[in-house]
């Protein structure tokens, strides 16, 4: 397959990020300090200083800065967190009786999932009795999700319009596309998301739990972006404990090697 590589952002120095298979980098993201091995957004071209309130996206706005030119355009590129990460198959149930450890599901770069396919993202969480607009309200006590459909041209608001009125969301701005694709990505969601930030800004609304609304935003905006390719799939993914986090743990084993460490994940939603 062609090249691969998935951006790990985080805004600590975490130790287990250090134990990953290879094609995962560390990604140092906001204003903290970061060892000489990591990547680091305040090198380059950056918005560092949107960080806080763009959370994953000011370092999707770095690598697509600073490092498209080690890729070419069908290579793979994508963006996991510091305690999430993507798992090699889509799991219905959680593996409760499973010998297997972590490391061991981690998504593989020879996963046949990179054939045929122009996108992966994580599994949807489905809602019930309430749409992607009623979800956001009722998180956020905010409007901002119907009036960032403003700042989209007529056509490309109708479609996001659509996506939102739906009831599907694949959350945590957590993708994986071909570097053709990133591109066109960026191109159209950052502009957007200035014009979002701008409002909140203007408005009054970045304080509090939704400080971050930008990177809520945006979260919708990758589920929607992305959803509409034919080639598509979707993954599980891990959320990670204290235990498999800490620099204590990480200092003497890689927790995540243990022998029945994949029990009780993936990481699943119901709503």
Known sequence: MN????YCTSVVYRKILDKL?????????????FPKHWLDEKNGENIVERNTFYGEHSGIYWVWKNQLKEFDADDWIGFCHYRKFWLNEEFTKKQKFSFDNLYANLLKN?????????????????YSNKNLFQDFQDTHKSNILEKSL????????????????ANKLYGLNMFITKVKHFEH????????????????EK?????????RLPSFLSERFVSYWFSQ????????????GNFFLSDRVNSIINPLKLPFSMHMYPTLHKY
Not at 3 to 6: A, D, N, P, R, S
Not at 110 to 126: G, H, K, R, S, T
Not at 152 to 162: M, R, S, V
């Open 185 to 200: 990505y960026c191109e159209n969601v950052f502009p957007w998301l200035d014009e979002c930030y701008n409002y909140c």
């Open 150 to 165: 403003n700042f989209l041209e007529i056509n490309q608001k109708k479609k996001f319009q659509a996506h939102l009125n």
């Open 3 to 6: 090249k691969l590589k998935i």
């Open 229 to 240: 390719f034919d080639k598509k799939v979707t993954l599980s993914y891990v959320r990670l």
């Open 110 to 126: 020879e996963n046949n999932i990179f054939l045929n396919n122009d996108a992966i993202l994580v599994q949807p969480i489905i």
């Open 203 to 211: 408005n009054n609304l970045l304080k509090d739990y939704n400080i």
């Open 21 to 33: 298979p290879e094609y995962l980098t560390p990604l140092g993201v906001g204003e903290g300090q």
